[in-house]
């Protein structure tokens, strides 16, 4: 299954963080930027506005208060005003300016301010005031001055980086414990389970960690116990099986002497050990720990295949079914035991559950083949259906046994059958 990308937690926080803090510094630096122009402009227009309402004027009489020039009519003004400016387009008791500078971090080179005032109430005729900077650079200040627009952007700039900063430090100290946690998570096992829960210097981490600690202890309880039940009952099992065999060889050896009715009895109780003594040896072999202790051996698995078929041809007593066999004399380096579990486990499905057919076994190298063909389909049993007593509790067995010694284990239900296939890898 194809997985969707997935982001770092930790860089979708810090991606997340860095964007909100650029937002939020970017915009009060903005906001103080304006505020402070805001305020500027208002104490000049104020003040230009008081000057000019308490200053006789004329047309053709400019009157200069400090720094203000003030006119009746706007022909007056010298031509570094005039030409910034429309007069049809002035709006009254509003500050217009024009600033000129080379770039926005620098002081402007030249400013011109102007104001036009209107009298409401026709006590005088409409007049303007203006205020001309045409060098705001003194004598002892360095040829480019950083502007206030410059500083609030450095400042903002800075107060950015240290915010980065921060965060970084901060994500940092938050991402050491949860990775310390996710490789301590990841090296669980049924050893460092026995040790105490480590400290994640958080207390959500060290609830979390004991959760995980918790909840894997109880899967391994109930492993443990699956484990040993199923050894002990397989070790239980052993002494009613040999009990079985021992008293159907000694009916067999009464049987000798004399005719008995219960032959057939006798024969399918034998069967019935026979068959209970292999899958307790399977189920013991599972449930052990030391599968690497197997011993290996050179052996012809051909050979073992036309033993079992010989062993097991009891279950095809009354049956109208023909075993193929075709083997070479191919030498493998792997455990007889476990290829005895195997192909034993295979064989008896395939005998049990084909009713009248063909039962083909092949084995070519390190390759092994076991074909059932049913010839009325009707008769097939459902892989579907009762496991145990069907195809299931055989498969899962020789499933899990080919898993753990590493043989590639392939199987297919078919309308008529079953087909397996096995390779021993060594």
């Known amino acids: 299954m194809v997985r969707g990308f997935s982001l770092s937690l930790r860089r979708h926080i810090l991606i997340a963080l860095l964007v909100m ?72 008791f509003h500050l217009h300016k024009a600033v000129e500078r080379s770039f926005i971090f620098f002081r402007p080179s030249s400013a011109v301010f102007v104001v036009k005032i209107a009298d409401r109430r026709g006590r005088y005729p409409d007049r303007y005031v203006a205020q001309v900077f045409n060098s705001l650079k003194l004598d002892d200040e360095p040829e480019f001055m950083i502007s206030h627009e410059g500083w ?108 008995s009715k219960g032959a057939n009895a006798i024969r399918r109780i034998d069967h019935a050990s026979h068959t209970m003594t292999d899958l307790t040896e399977t189920l013991l072999w599972l449930s052990r720990q030391d599968h690497d202790e197997l011993a290996v051996s050179d052996i012809q698995p051909g050979g073992m295949l036309s033993a079992l078929v010989q062993d097991l041809q009891y279950l095809l007593t009354g049956k109208q079914v023909d075993v193929e066999l075709a083997t070479d004399e191919a030498v493998c380096s792997i455990p007889p035991t476990a290829l005895r579990i195997v192909c034993g486990n295979l064989i008896r499905n395939a005998f049990q559950h084909t009713q009248s057919g063909t039962v083909t076994i092949s084995q070519s190298g390190h390759t092994l083949t076991i074909v059932n063909r049913e010839d009325d389909a009707e008769q097939c049993d459902d892989p579907a259906g009762n496991d145990e007593l069907g195809y299931g509790l055989g498969l899962e067995l020789v499933k899990r046994v080919t898993a753990k010694l590493g043989w590639t284990y392939q199987h297919r239900f078919t309308a008529d059958g079953c087909e397996v296939s096995i390779v021993l890898n060594s």
Do not use: C
């Not at 305020?39 to 227009?45: A, E, F, K, N």
């Not at 104020?46 to 004027?57: D, L, P, W």
């Not at 959760?211 to 894997?216: E, G, R, Y």
């Open 21 to 92: 803090g650029t937002v939020v510094i970017s915009g009060f630096s903005v906001l103080a930027m304006v505020n402070f122009f805001a305020g500027m402009d208002g104490v000049m227009r104020g003040t230009m506005i008081s000057a000019a309402g308490e200053t006789h004027v004329e047309p053709g009489k400019p009157q200069k208060v400090l720094s203000f020039i003030i006119v009746a009519d706007w022909k007056d003004f010298p031509d570094s005003v005039k030409s910034k400016f429309n007069p049809d387009k002035l709006r009254p």
């Open 152 to 259: 609030s952007m450095l400042l903002g700039l800075g107060v950015l980086v240290l915010f980065a900063g921060v965060l970084m430090i901060l994500l940092r100290s938050v991402s050491r414990p949860v990775e310390r946690l996710r490789l301590w998570a990841q090296g669980l096992n049924e050893q460092t389970l026995e040790q105490p829960v480590p400290e994640f210097k958080y207390q959500e981490l060290n609830e979390l960690a004991g959760i995980v600690h918790s909840s894997l202890q109880h899967v391994r309880e109930g492993l443990v116990r699956e484990r040993e039940f199923v050894s002990h009952a397989s070790h239980e099992l052993r002494t009613p099986i040999a009990v079985i065999r021992s008293s159907v060889e000694l009916l067999h050896k009464l049987e000798e002497k004399g005719p």
